[in-house]
């Protein structure tokens, strides 16, 4: 029992102290693992968050395949696959800058997270540019929405097998769920763009040239997360069975 | 605390006897006077302080969803409609159920028992992250006030389950505003959880390993779990309501394709665990509370620790429970049903394991120690019922009817609130540094024990002969046994409204604690009361078991050799 008295020496151990060490842990090391713990928790409760968003899709597209299918051949795979590279670029940059905060490069670090910002920017562009042709589509979900396409695709020029009117509504479902996964994601991204803006200030300033790294650390695990969120969404969404089952 | 110990001299006495509270002093600086003014309390981050704030408002929202307890009572005083209308009702039962799941036991006894002592149990000076630890307090008043703001706008009636598709497509009601109540909470509740994940794994003070936390810490860590996995997933389901209910998409709604069960999937995915994050840290409170009145170690401590995890973990796969008689597959209400018995175990485990620590124990009869009592029974009733519902065939003659009702009362209130109470009058005196009046205390907590039974009991035999739950009318053969109820519900209010006047009473009045009146062994007790700021003049050093009723006489005999 009395074994465990030997520790007292090692809180005892003499650190040079970082201005953002806060006073409540013993360690910086300590902090720093807190932190990271945290950030890998709070991307659990993410991962449930849109658990949930992926359930109903898994529900969805057992039931109505043959709209899940016509209407994910509405989304334009170039776009989605140009989206897929800017956003892998983009946490290329952010990896390379954690590293670049760890070796204490202050330049390579702002530069580097300037680029994470901007191919950021490039995906949310994009995507914009993707919502709004179902803007003019009426594939957006709600009062506006029109099933004509799927009923009628002749009428449109699209070479497609035409759906039932009954199963043409299902479409809505679809595009609903494209729309607040996507949505969802992209807010998660915005989020995490305000964050990069904040970050660069701090970058700048030199607040992360002293081997504090911590912030730039867990904003790199929150932006992988967002990038694999997409990862998982583009297969999902545009590419698997973009043709129906005959 | 003395970081030496020699077990050369063992004690065998028990300590019997309180320590004298008359020569008790008050510290001359502690977290509550460390500084003054509001601007200090809201921008703290004081662990023991937002624990404070947290049980200012939530015995606030707690009252108030009382009172719409209070008024759904009065309505079934008779079998006529004469107070209210039918959508009134609607109104009473849905706030009621809100306003006391969301806003008051999801949060009781961890927001603010288990803020307040989790650092300190671990030997820690806060919680890991004591910002979000505050930010966690103002989503919680930002929710509780959108919540009130849905009750002044005219209130919302789909129940507290916003079953769909009545809550996207059939209700002019503000379930917006309740939704997004509940969605902002839910992240306080997060974050609360997560708070305490990574404070239990990074902040144990040198030779506190993972056995030797007290079992307190080890209930908040498992309902932590919950909260933080299964909370995200209400806020999801809430999403997709809202969006349904803003563009009428069909996501959730029959008529377009949409499935209303998934909602109930998602809506119970979490709401069922989230039974297990109200009654797990209660649980935690009624571990120590029996060690220290018994004065004996918890026996079975590695089974009861472990059977809070088990119970979290069974808890996420018995969600289906809720919904048998919504037309779910056969086969899965099966494996269902089974699981859900399968939570009994843990839970009987530590019933028995607080029993046998009864066993030969010197066993005094203190407030905490009666609500404890209070909770076994009660506790044990609303469980074995539990196992009722869980078999299908009961399942489909008992489900919404008051049978269920009662059930999930003796669960909630008979379990839960005992425990809550039970952990206020316990470690009342190290919050606040004094004695609540202990024979009124006595009497406060038979009185809500008499009252809690005469509620609910009848309840039961109501929900067996049918009368279904939400009806603000009945056939006039049941109006005995709801005449019962009600006035059993006005002896349970007044049971709640003593604790209030007597705790507030004695923040002023009260007799000065001392550090350890109740001389039990977490090192809680091992400092002043109220503790300083930053608890722990230096870190402390965990040299012995939790509960080592040896220990603490050896320390307290020391010191009566040192001082004397």
Redesign the interface.
């Known amino acids: 029992m009395d074994s465990v008295l030997t520790t007292a020496e090692h809180v005892e151990h003499e650190h040079a102290s970082l201005p953002q060490h806060r006073h409540h842990f013993e360690t910086e090391e300590q902090q720093r693992e807190a932190g990271s713990f945290g950030m890998w928790l709070f991307l659990l409760t993410e991962i449930m968050f849109f658990g949930g968003m992926f359930f109903a899709y898994l529900l969805y597209r057992n039931w109505y395949y043959p709209a899940f299918a016509v209407a994910s051949n509405q989304l334009s795979v170039p776009l989605g696959a140009f989206n897929t590279v800017m956003l892998i670029t983009s946490g290329f940059c952010m990896a390379v800058g954690v590293w670049a905060a760890e070796m204490r490069k202050k330049g390579l670090l702002v530069l580097m997270l300037i680029l994470t910002t901007f191919f950021g920017l490039v995906f949310i562009g994009v995507k914009g540019i993707e919502y709004h042709e179902k803007y003019e589509n009426h594939h957006i979900p709600g009062a506006d929405f029109s099933v004509a396409q799927f009923v009628n695709p002749a009428a449109y020029g699209i070479k497609e097998a035409p759906l039932s009117p009954d199963m043409a509504q299902h479409t809505e479902i679809y595009f609903f769920l494209y729309f607040a996964m996507t949505g969802m994601h992209a807010v998660h991204m915005i989020i995490g763009i305000v964050l990069l803006f904040w970050l660069i200030r701090r970058a700048n300033r030199g607040d992360f040239s002293s081997g504090y790294v911590a912030p730039i650390e867990n904003f790199g695990l929150y932006w992988h997360f967002v990038d694999i969120v997409w990862l998982f969404l583009f297969p999902l969404l545009y590419l698997i069975n973009r043709h129906p089952l005959h | 605390m003395s970081?030496?110990?020699s077990?050369s001299a063992p004690v065998t006495h028990t300590i019997l006897s309180l320590p004298d509270q008359s020569t008790a002093k008050m510290p001359k600086r502690h977290y509550l006077n460390n500084e003054d003014g509001l601007l200090s309390w809201l921008l703290t981050g004081d662990h023991k302080r937002i624990a404070i704030l947290y049980l200012i408002s939530i015995t606030f929202f707690f009252f108030i969803g009382g009172a719409f307890a209070g008024l759904i009572r009065l309505e079934l005083l008779t079998p006529q409609p004469d107070l209210v209308s039918a959508d009134t009702y609607n109104k009473f039962f849905t706030m009621h159920g809100i306003i006391m799941v969301f806003l008051f036991l999801v949060p009781s006894v961890p927001a603010t028992l288990g803020n307040f002592l989790i650092p300190i149990m671990l030997g820690?000076?806060?919680l890991?992250?004591?910002k979000?630890n505050l930010l966690s307090w103002y989503l919680y008043v930002a929710g509780g006030t959108l919540t009130l703001a849905a009750l002044v706008l005219g209130g919302v009636d789909t129940g507290w389950t916003f079953t769909t598709p009545l809550s996207t497509h059939y209700l002019n009601t503000h379930v917006l505003t309740a939704a997004t109540a509940i969605f902002i909470a839910g992240f306080s509740s997060?974050f609360t959880g997560?708070?305490f994940?990574?404070?239990v794994?990074?902040?144990r003070c040198?030779?506190m390993t993972w056995f030797r936390m007290p079992l307190f810490v080890w209930s908040h860590y498992a309902a932590s779990l919950l909260m933080?996995?299964?909370?995200?997933?209400l806020?999801?389901?809430l999403?997709?309501v809202a969006?349904e209910r803003i563009?009428?998409?069909?996501?959730f709604d029959p008529a377009?394709?949409?499935?209303p069960l998934?909602f109930q999937?998602?809506f119970w995915f979490y709401s069922h665990p989230a039974v297990y994050i109200m009654i797990l840290p209660g649980m935690g409170v009624i571990s120590e509370v029996i060690s220290t009145f018994s004065r004996k170690r918890v026996f079975g401590y590695t089974a009861v620790a472990f059977s809070s995890v088990a119970i979290a973990l069974f808890g996420f796969f018995v969600w289906e429970h809720h919904m048998f008689i919504m037309g779910v597959s056969n086969y899965s209400a099966l494996v269902f049903s089974l699981l859900t018995m399968l939570v009994a175990v843990p839970s009987a485990i530590k019933i028995f394991n607080w029993t046998f620590t009864l066993q030969k124990g010197s066993i005094t009869f203190e407030t905490p120690m009666l609500y404890a009592f209070g909770f076994m029974g009660l506790f044990t009733i609303g469980g074995l019922t539990g196992v009722f519902l869980g078999s299908l065939g009961m399942d489909i003659h008992l489900t919404e009817t008051y049978f269920i009702v009662a059930h999930f009362h003796f669960v909630m209130v008979g379990g839960m609130l005992m425990a809550f109470l039970a952990g206020v009058h316990f470690w009342w005196p190290k919050m606040t540094g004094r004695m609540y009046p202990e024979s009124l205390s006595k009497l406060a907590a038979v009185t809500t024990f008499i009252g809690f039974n005469l509620t609910f009991l009848p309840q039961f035999i109501l929900g067996y002969l049918g009368m279904p739950r939400r009806y603000h009318a009945y056939p006039p053969e049941f109006q005995v046994l709801n005449v019962l109820s009600t006035a059993g519900a006005t002896v349970l209010g007044i049971g709640y409204m003593l604790p209030l006047l007597y705790l507030g009473w004695s923040l002023k009045y009260g007799a000065i604690a001392g550090d350890n009146p109740w001389q039990a062994t977490g090192l809680e007790w091992q400092m002043q009361s109220p503790p300083i700021t930053?608890n722990f003049v230096e870190?402390p050093?965990?040299?012995?078991e939790a509960y080592d009723y040896e220990w603490l006489a050896n320390k307290t005999q020391k010191e009566v050799t040192t001082v004397g």
């Open positions: 970081p030496s110990t077990h820690a000076k806060d890991a992250f004591p979000i997060i997560l708070n994940i990574v404070t794994h990074r902040m040198p030779g933080v996995l299964g909370t995200p997933v806020a999801i389901a999403v997709l969006l563009a009428g998409i069909g996501v377009k394709g949409g499935d998934l999937h998602l930053s870190t050093i965990m040299d012995h």
